[in-house]
């Protein structure tokens, strides 16, 4: 999958210009992948590296917050397949701790700046999570952006220049990927 994304331009372009979603994409697959080496190998190392890149993950964006439910549902499989409460709970506990170790300073600083933990959350108050009512601007920017690049539409840049931004050069994405099975 690395080399089908390697030769996928627009993605390359999203991940140079480091937006979120690549991110919290990379710290999501990671934690699913250590969760299933974890359970292949048993050792305690991919434990550690699940709570912390599920961390970095619900840190990131939060879309992150989607890996809860896939560790929880983990944890009932390995409770149901086992059939032993504390053998699941003793590989969960040190995740979940280390989950909460890593985030809860983020949540305390939001609660001392925002009174809330999370703005992204809805079951939070998100009335003191913005400054920008009592922010008065200085200067004046023109409020229009130019329809170029990731603002323009398939219809306004048209079918090749969209495919030549989204692909790069099409002849090209093939060769890496020949080049990269060979």
Known sequence: S???SVTVPSFVTYAVLFYAEILV???LSLTILLT???Y????????????IFAAFGILTKDTGYFILPFLFLTFLYELFKKRSLMGSLKRYVPIIALILLITIPFF???????????????IFNKESCSFAEKYTPKYSFTSDIPKT??????LRM??????????????FVPFVFLSGMV
């Open 2 to 4: 690395s080399l089908i």
């Open 25 to 27: 994409t990379f710290f």
């Open 36 to 38: 299933i080496l974890m």
């Open 40 to 51: 292949k190998t048993g050792q305690k190392k991919y434990l550690i590296l699940v709570g």
């Open 108 to 122: 305390l600083r939001n609660y001392v700046y925002y009174k809330t933990p999370s703005c992204d959350l809805p």
């Open 149 to 154: 690049s990731t603002g323009a539409s398939l």
């Open 158 to 171: 048209g079918i090749i220049p969209y495919l030549n931004f989204a692909y790069g050069y099409l002849w």
